[in-house]
């Protein structure tokens, strides 16, 4: 911006600045020549040269060295004084300090001159000696009170520390509501600190600071420079009142005074100064902390006390508030030194318990702060039951502060310790980075890794208090290591090695050298190791969020901590709150559903899932459904948040008083749950069942089982009558013995057990003990027991391992299981390497049960030819695991290790793995899975082909999509494919027996170049009775509409009426988000109705006028398709000032025959710059006929540093066989903004009929 700019736009963005300046002094004492040079022999080098700011003598100027290095430009110079000089709108003007001349370039600037600055061109002169003698802030200390024990001056002495200072903080626009802030240590860290501490006090977000004339404060430096008074504002700009600082700094006088006590004596209280005593009592930030109760205090003093008194008229407008901090006046006679005081309720009132962190109380006679520290509940149920207590006091800056803060990081502590017991798997993540912290085998760190880097993880290996190892979990004999301030990986076990975790009260931890106190891990904002010397300290940081693997597998036990004391749980109503103790009534047992959406089951109370359901959440869950939750990890401060998959964009939420509701995703803490695992689940070891949950609701026993025994899918055709009178005696029903007998080689890897019965399958089974380190060793047998319930007749095991430990590889003998009961024994007899490098290397086998000497099925070895399909990157190195299934259950989750090929998984190659399983009779599906780190190791798989081990018969599973993909807006790592002959067309997406109104969609990718879309991409489908909404189909970031390809779903459309147009389209997000569609066709399951509708078209923002959705009528033979319409839109943006905007505009046309759903009016046939001020825009969208245009809905999303926007009509122009139409829509001249006449920006506008004209093409007057 050029600085002879006269005008600068009110609609400027004001975003404040976030860093300090350091505003060298100007010496007064010789060092700037006080005449000026008037003629220069020899060019000046470098120039130095004060600036000050105009009309503030309190400013004390900043010293800038000017040389054509350091400025190029003027304009380099006026944007680093904007950075050093608090103006509203950055310096734009630099003039002589009597104001007379504007200096315009870096050649009219002299040598060790003094200059004014200013935003605008008036200029206000300063006195320059006077701004000279100004002290700098930080010459005083203003944080610290004063304790002295003597009688108080009227004046500190010279040398003594002043105490805090008092600002008055108005509400922008409000100048009613105001609150007197102190400015102590605790709040003026820094900037952004303040800010908060700012947000907290007005209870409303604060993002800048202006002065009481409107003026910019943008730096901590400015605000202890002001006047006394700020106004405090969010987003919005500046907006003028009556902010008399005067009036405010005399505190109001409160009723009650009769009850005063006079002091203990025989002194004249008549003749004692009267002191209004300022009285700061802050709630907890605990779920339930606030009170309606009547809340008392007294003061006692060494002259006496104030007597029992209400607190009540704070200025805040409701009191004992959560996680508020409230302040009273109280007038009594001057108590002296205050030393306790008595605080309390009377527990009237539905919630009458109160959680009271902390009273400071200020005496303006002394100006000495005493803080009465508490931390405690006032509650009969809580705590010791009182509801009244004795608190003594502290000094407010120092002692009370150090002990607030000791107390925060123990109770921090005690909540995240559990993180950093022995054998946990642990990320540190810097905020400050974005990324993780990682060892490199090479033995350097940095902090800029991804989540699934495999050298970001770190395994705990020692542990005592806080004081931990961390070993790299993928290089195991380097650990992170502090030695002499430098961060690296060294060799585990060394005192270097030994890290001591300092958790602060944010919840983040240091990592700190046990060998050097002091010595942190600490990077910079590159994520390179650093130490604080290397670079300012706002760019440096040493704070790690942690994160621990592994914490919601299958069958673990958590902890949903709401605060660092409570946790969600069930009451005894059924209804969830989050202000339970962190007890048993408050685990809950996780049923992981699929990756990243698990149930939680109450463990207190068995088969009670927490859901949400018709706007209510609960604990009531059946299990169906409603109780299944997609996890959002939150890195910013290691929580979690539990989105509803049946109600995506709804969260288990918590109100002020801690009861649970669905609430939509906010960052302000009552989404946010802190996640403690009591029990850690099993990973899911190769061979599992694919289908826990139905083995699961087995294993708990028969009480929901109704007459008809509920389907499985392990179960299979009954055994052969023979079969069933020899096992008779054996159906598990209770405790079974089981014994494992090691070969010649024992392993250390976790060891899995599944058995399955006609009616069920009891598994996954962990065989282990508290010495895990002496089991399966070689030739010895171990000895488990376990409890196997309501499965029928056994007719096979499964067992096997998870790979992991040192020593991986198991020779297995032989396995038998006894009934403890009857004595009844099964004989497995294995003799098998369960290794990757000994056998086939499959780490689990299957083992059937013999009768007689024969296996009541046999096994099979199943041949498994796996096509990857040829489309461009189609191949991956992921891990592909596959799960075949019959008529007699499942073979268990297998890592398809072993093929016929040297790579597996390369564009169109086939691959041979064989999988060894007890007899499943007919196959019916087989599940796929790929776990893909990123996109790139995404995975075309075109089919699955299955036969049996000398037979000639195959089973063909048709997949042909990529692997992981999205599918609702959720991504799936697995697929189910089922049978050739059981598919509706080929397709693995469609079940069997689809629901009533299901229909199959077929979307068709063209075959040019860059046909395919990053985007996302959503279908609406409109019928007779009703439109269907929006249907996100999915995105193309995970391998969906590809150039060339086909990708299909299924959509229920049940109630929709008969079908006449649909609208498909994208979100235009990603890196290439232009796509170009071929056909679309969507075909009715259940009658096998067919429509095909061809597009042959880009939909693109820079393709055919720049619409990102299509409308297409549908076809029938006995009726005619709907035309599509080009309708002419004309908007007219008013002549106010400020006018136009740059904010996204979009608009809905909506007639008798629907709507044309919301498109944003991209690209003006006549403007190359849109909606500006006294300007008509042309815009052209089309969609299929709307019928008589009755309303339009225009709105804009308020991006752009011009938002606001002032709209007068607009018209809409349409040529149809029956007529053309033309269609004022007035506005009537209002604004679109959210800080302009009643703040929407979203307006709906009604048609002029008596404009609405057939046939006329009369242009509208603007």
Not at 179 to 201: I, N, P
Not at 861 to 889: I, N, P
Not at 1044 to 1058: C, R, V
Not at 1111 to 1123: G, H, I, Q, S
Request: aromatic share 8%; proline share 4%; charged share 25%.
């Amino acid at each position: 911006m050029s600085s002879g700019n006269p005008q600068v736009s009110g609609k400027m963005s004001e975003t404040p600045s976030t860093s300090f300046s350091m505003i060298y002094p100007t010496s007064s004492e010789g060092q700037l020549p006080s005449s000026h040079h008037l003629s220069i022999t020899h060019p000046v080098v470098a120039k130095r040269i004060s600036f000050y700011k105009s009309g503030d003598p309190q400013f004390g100027g900043v010293r800038v060295v000017v040389n054509p290095r350091s400025f190029k430009t003027f304009d380099a110079l006026l944007d680093n004084l904007s950075r050093k000089v608090p103006l509203p709108f950055g310096v734009r003007n630099i003039s002589t300090p009597r104001g007379r001349h504007s200096i315009t370039s870096l050649e009219d600037l002299e040598d060790g001159e003094s200059y004014l600055c200013s935003h605008g061109r008036k200029v206000q002169p300063v006195d320059l000696d006077k701004a000279r003698r100004r002290r700098r802030p930080w010459h005083s200390s203003l944080a610290i009170t004063a304790h002295a024990h003597h009688s108080p001056a009227p004046a500190a002495a010279p040398g003594m520390l002043r105490a805090p200072r008092r600002l008055v903080v108005f509400r922008n626009g409000d100048p009613k509501t105001r609150r007197v802030v102190v400015l102590t240590k605790r709040v003026t860290q820094s900037f952004e600190a303040f800010l908060r501490h700012l947000t907290e006090v007005m209870q409303r977000p604060v993002t800048r600071l202006y002065a009481t004339d409107g003026r910019k404060v943008p730096s901590l430096q400015a605000v202890i420079l002001s006047s006394g008074a700020v106004v405090a504002a969010g987003r919005e700009p500046f907006k003028p009142g009556n902010y008399d600082i005067q009036k405010y700094l005399l505190p109001a006088r409160l009723p009650g005074i009769s009850h005063r006590v006079h002091p203990k004596g025989n002194a004249r209280s008549e003749s004692r100064k009267m002191t209004i005593y300022e009285v700061h009592v802050a709630t907890g930030e605990l779920w339930n902390a606030g009170t309606v109760a009547n809340v008392y205090m007294s003061i006692y003093g060494e002259k006496g006390d104030t007597g029992s008194r209400q607190l009540f008229r704070s200025k805040t407008s409701f009191s004992f508030l959560r996680g508020q901090t409230d302040t009273f006046s109280l007038e009594a006679v001057h108590l002296g030194d205050l030393y306790k005081i008595v605080i309390g309720h009377d527990g009237l009132g539905p919630g009458n318990g109160w959680f009271l962190e902390d009273v400071v109380v200020k005496d303006p006679t002394t100006n000495r702060e005493y803080a009465f520290f508490c931390h405690r509940w006032l509650d009969q149920g809580e705590d010791d039951g009182k509801i009244v207590r004795e608190l003594y006091a502290r000094d407010y800056n120092i002692i009370s502060a150090r002990q607030k803060l000791e107390f925060n990081r123990k109770e921090t502590w005690a909540a995240e310790s559990w993180k950093f017991m022995k054998g946990n798997t642990l990320q540190f993540y810097n905020r400050l980075t974005g990324g993780f912290v990682r060892l490199h085998p090479n033995g350097t760190v940095d902090a800029v890794g991804k989540k699934a880097d495999k050298y970001g993880l770190f395994d705990v290996i020692f542990n005592k208090e806080n004081i931990c190892i961390f070993q790299s979990h993928k290089i195991r004999h380097l650990s992170l290591a502090l030695d002499n301030g430098s961060v690296a990986g060294m060799a585990s076990g060394g005192a270097s090695t030994k890290l001591r975790v300092l958790y602060q009260p944010n919840r983040c931890a240091l990592l700190e050298s046990a060998l050097v106190p002091g010595h942190t891990v600490i990077f910079d904002h590159h994520g390179k190791i650093a130490n604080e010397s290397s670079a300012g300290y706002a760019n440096l940081s040493k704070e790690f969020v942690v994160f621990v693997k592994g914490m919601f597998l299958n069958s673990a036990v958590v902890l949903l901590a709401t605060s660092l004391c409570q946790a969600l749980c069930i009451q005894p109503d059924g209804s969830c709150t989050g202000v339970g103790n962190q007890s048993e009534k408050s685990y809950w047992k996780v049923h992981k559903i699929s990756s990243g959406i698990c149930m939680f089951e109450s463990v207190k109370n068995a088969q009670m899932y927490l859901r949400i359901k018709d706007g209510q959440c609960d604990g009531t869950g059946t299990g169906d459904i409603d109780c299944h939750f997609k996890i959002k990890k939150n890195l910013e401060n290691a929580s979690i948040s539990l989105e509803s998959v049946k109600n995506p964009g709804l969260f288990v939420g918590l109100q002020s008083d801690g009861q649970a509701k669905p609430v939509i995703y906010t960052k302000n803490g009552s989404v946010f749950f802190y996640p403690q695992v009591i029990k850690f689940g099993r990973e899911d070891p190769t061979g599992i069942s694919a289908t826990p949950s139905k083995e699961e609701e087995k294993i708990r026993g028969s009480k929901k089982r109704q007459e008809t025994p509920p389907e499985s899918e392990a179960r299979g055709p009954l055994l052969s009558s023979t079969a069933k009178e020899i096992s008779e005696t054996l159906l598990s029903e209770d405790e079974w013995k089981v014994l494992v007998l090691t070969g010649n080689t024992g392993t250390q890897a976790n060891v899995t057990l599944w058995v399955y019965g006609d009616e069920g399958v009891t598994g996954p089974i962990s065989l282990s003990k508290d010495s895990s380190e002496q089991l399966f060793l070689p030739r010895q047998e171990d000895e488990f027991q376990i409890e196997i319930r309501n499965i029928g007749i056994i007719y096979k095991i499964r067992i096997g391992h998870d790979g992991t430990s040192e020593q991986p590889e198991w020779n297995l003998q032989r396995v038998t299981m006894q009934h403890i009961k009857s004595k009844k024994t099964l004989d497995f007899a294995v003799n098998v390497w369960l290794s990757r490098i000994q056998g086939d290397g499959d780490l689990v086998c299957e083992l059937p049960v013999v009768e007689g000497g024969q296996a009541i099925f046999p096994l099979v070895r199943y041949h498994v030819d796996v096509h990857t399909g040829q489309l461009k990157q189609a191949e991956t190195e992921s891990e592909v695991s596959l799960c075949l299934f019959g008529e007699r259950g499942d073979s268990g989750l297998r890592l398809l290790y072993k093929s016929n090929m040297p790579v597996k998984f390369q564009r169109g190659q086939i691959d041979t793995f064989q999988v060894e399983a007890v007899s499943l009779g007919k196959l019916q599906k087989v599940l796929l899975r790929c776990e893909a780190s990123d996109k790139s190791q995404y995975w075309y798989c075109e089919k699955v082909v299955v036969r049996e081990s000398g037979t000639t018969s195959e089973s063909t599973f048709t997949c042909e999509r990529w692997l992981p993909f999205m599918s609702q807006g959720i991504i799936h790592s697995e697929i189910e494919l089922f049978l050739q002959e059981m598919q509706i067309n080929h397709q693995p997406k469609i079940q069997e027996g689809a629901n009533e109104g299901d229909w199959k969609v077929t979307v068709i990718t063209g075959d040019l170049e860059d046909a395919g879309t990053t985007a996302t991409v959503s279908l609406s489908v409109y019928g007779e009775t009703r439109c269907s909404g929006p249907i996100i189909l999915g995105s193309g970031k995970h391998q969906l509409f590809n150039s060339n390809s086909a990708d299909i779903f299924k959509i229920n459309l049940k109630d929709i009426g008969e079908i006449y147009k649909i609208r498909i389209g994208h979100d235009n997000r990603g890196k290439d988000p232009r796509w170009y569609l071929e056909e679309i066709r969507l075909e009715n399951i259940a009658t096998r109705e067919l429509f095909c509708l061809t597009v042959d078209s880009w939909i693109a923002e820079n393709e055919n006028g720049g619409d990102t959705w299509k409308e297409m009528p549908v076809v029938r033979t006995n009726k005619a398709p709907l035309p599509v319409v080009a309708y002419e839109i004309y908007v007219y943006t008013g002549r106010k000032p400020g006018a136009e905007t740059e904010s996204n505009v979009f608009i809905n046309l909506i007639g008798t025959r629907g709507d044309s759903g919301n498109r944003r009016l991209h690209q003006s046939k006549n403007n190359k710059v849109k909606f500006q001020r006294g300007q008509v825009d042309i815009f052209s969208i089309e969609a299929v006929s709307l019928g008589k245009l009755k309303k339009v809905l225009i709105s804009h999303n308020g991006i752009g540093p011009g938002n606001g926007w002032f709209l007068e009509s607009i018209v809409v122009k349409s040529e149809e066989e029956d007529g053309n139409q033309e269609v004022l829509f007035p506005c009537n001249s209002r604004w679109l903004d959210e800080y302009q006449d009643d703040g929407k920006t979203e307006r709906e506008l009604l048609a002029e009929r008596s404009f609405s004209a057939a046939g006329d093409t009369g242009s509208v007057a603007s």
